[in-house]
């Protein structure tokens, strides 16, 4: 009998939405979990660590970690690369995604205005168009399609989800695709991809 999987996250995309697209570019169904109001407050106890997402395998095995999941997921279905290395620069990448999320974070949650108008300038003068050649300069290496391997990975499918993020909030980062066309590109591709674009069609607005 086929897994189950439920992934338990807020009603918003967040840490929780490259694990969605995950599963959408493996064509895989799953419970997608969204707890809103007092929901979370009832599932936290019940969660290995306190904290979301949270990926449950039929019905009793709890996974948490953002990182866990997104691995777990691509190992399951064949978005992994196909030997030691080429799983060695997925980690490297999602992890490097990660760092840039990280600071992403502090520039969407700060109360304090000025610190908040310091934070954005130094992730669009410092941060994001050091990230954006790093991946660049891995796309190139790598042939253009795709950064790892020659097939969807998980790489591709976390820095399709940062550049989505990206490309949303118009006022972080978005200036940056005029000077890292294949990047765009490369966007543009990822949403194309049959099962990525079926995802996308459908998905709920952010909250």
Do not use: H
Not at 48 to 56: A, D, E, I, S
Not at 153 to 174: Q, R
């Amino acid at each position: 009998m086929p897994a189950k999987y439920k992934l338990s996250y807020f009603d918003g995309r967040g840490r929780g939405e490259v694990l969605r697209l995950l599963f959408a570019g493996a064509g895989q169904e799953f419970e997608d979990d969204r707890l809103k109001g007092d929901a979370w407050a009832a599932f936290k106890p019940k969660t290995p660590y306190g904290q979301m997402p949270v990926l449950t395998v039929d019905n009793k095995t709890m996974i948490n970690q953002t990182g866990a999941i997104a691995r777990f997921i691509a190992r399951e279905f064949g978005l992994y690369g196909t030997n030691n290395m080429e799983s060695s620069k997925c980690d490297v990448i999602f992890e490097t995604i990660n760092d840039v999320f990280t600071e992403m974070i502090k520039v969407f949650f700060e109360k304090d205005e000025a610190k908040k108008a310091e934070n954005g300038k130094k992730l669009n003068t410092e941060v994001l168009p050091k990230f954006f050649a790093f991946m660049a300069k891995l796309l190139k290496e790598n042939g253009g399609k795709c950064l790892v391997g020659s097939k969807l990975s998980l790489a591709d499918v976390a820095f399709f989800d940062m550049l989505d993020k990206i490309t949303e909030n118009k006022g972080m980062g978005a200036d940056l695709y005029k000077d890292f066309a294949d990047i765009k590109t490369f966007y543009e591709n990822v949403q194309k991809l049959p099962k990525i674009k079926s995802y996308l069609e459908k998905r709920q607005p952010d909250m």
